[in-house]
């Protein structure tokens, strides 16, 4: 069994080979080459533009692939969504199309948009946000640097953002959001139904959504005396639920608990000061619920 597997090439790439990495995978990617090696033999990786794979997925030409949410909307993709994956090129937060204007126009909400000429890359979500709200415009395919389109060019863009810094820069504020996205693990309807190839997907797809859970957090162990623990106790978070264990000396126990790298800062001293030693903290791939 090989699992055809599309991963998604340009601004997603380099944060999806370090999730599958952190997952478990090692990927490696070659020169010029779309065909990645990776440390599974039953996976054939191929690197695909992420608005271009729901179509290879429906299509069966890849068995699964990592893709928006969004371009799964826009390509009206008939797939297989294995799993949600929240995480970006730049943290783990979801990413936005919003309608976005100059700083001058007069354009204050999608009704202002009536006749008007539209720059997207997604040009089937606008045209659908456009119909649900009774307004007819002209929407063109803006094959990139959307945010130069106005005011010369297009009275209006359609553009992804996460941060919103880019449309800043160019001039642009934001009027309305359209959807928000995050990728997802899609898979080809008759993969899915495929025994071995399911198993192999919920595999990957259980090992990623640890990574991602694992992200920005950290385990903490140390050593605390049994008369200790109580006060060592009161200045855990209190959603932590520690794990204790009995050392060979009575006296003493073992402390691991789970938690963000922040919360480990602030309370590593704290351990201390309350008599806690042989104070740990490593980083963590995957937690698994």
């Avoid at 810094?165 to 080809?188: D, F, M």
């Amino acid at each position: 069994m090989i699992l055809k597997l599309g991963l998604p090439k340009g601004s997603l790439q380099d944060a999806t080979i370090e999730l599958f990495r952190r997952a478990g995978y090692k990927i490696t990617v070659s020169g010029r080459s779309y065909y990645p090696s990776i440390d599974d033999e039953t996976i054939a990786c191929t690197l695909i533009r992420a608005q271009e794979m729901a179509r290879y997925v429906e299509q069966g030409v890849l068995d699964a692939g990592l893709t928006g949410h969004d371009w799964v909307l826009e390509n009206e993709a008939q797939v297989h969504e294995v799993a949600d994956l929240v995480y970006s090129k730049t943290g783990s937060g979801k990413a936005r199309w919003v309608l976005a204007v100059p700083n001058g126009s007069p354009i204050k909400g999608v009704k202002d948009l009536q006749g008007k000429r539209i720059a997207t890359e997604a040009v089937n979500l606008t045209r659908r946000y456009l119909a649900r709200h009774g307004v007819e415009a002209h929407v063109e395919f803006s094959w990139g640097a959307t945010e130069v389109k106005p005011p010369d060019l297009a009275d209006a863009i359609v553009e992804i953002t996460e941060t919103g810094a880019s449309l800043r820069e160019n001039n642009l504020r934001i009027v309305e959001t359209i959807l928000e996205t995050n990728t997802k693990l899609i898979a080809n309807r008759a993969a899915w139904a495929d025994p071995a190839k399911r198993r192999k997907l919920e595999q990957i797809a259980m090992l990623l959504e640890g990574a991602i859970v694992a992200e920005g957090q950290v385990g903490l162990m140390a050593n605390v005396m049994r008369d200790h623990l109580p006060q060592v106790l009161e200045v855990l978070p209190a959603m932590q639920k520690p794990t204790i264990s009995a050392l060979t000396d009575e006296g003493w126990v073992d402390l691991m608990v789970i938690l963000s790298e922040k919360q480990a800062r602030d309370l590593i001293p704290e351990l201390k000061r309350r008599g806690a030693t042989g104070i740990v903290e490593f980083p963590l791939n995957k937690v698994i619920s």
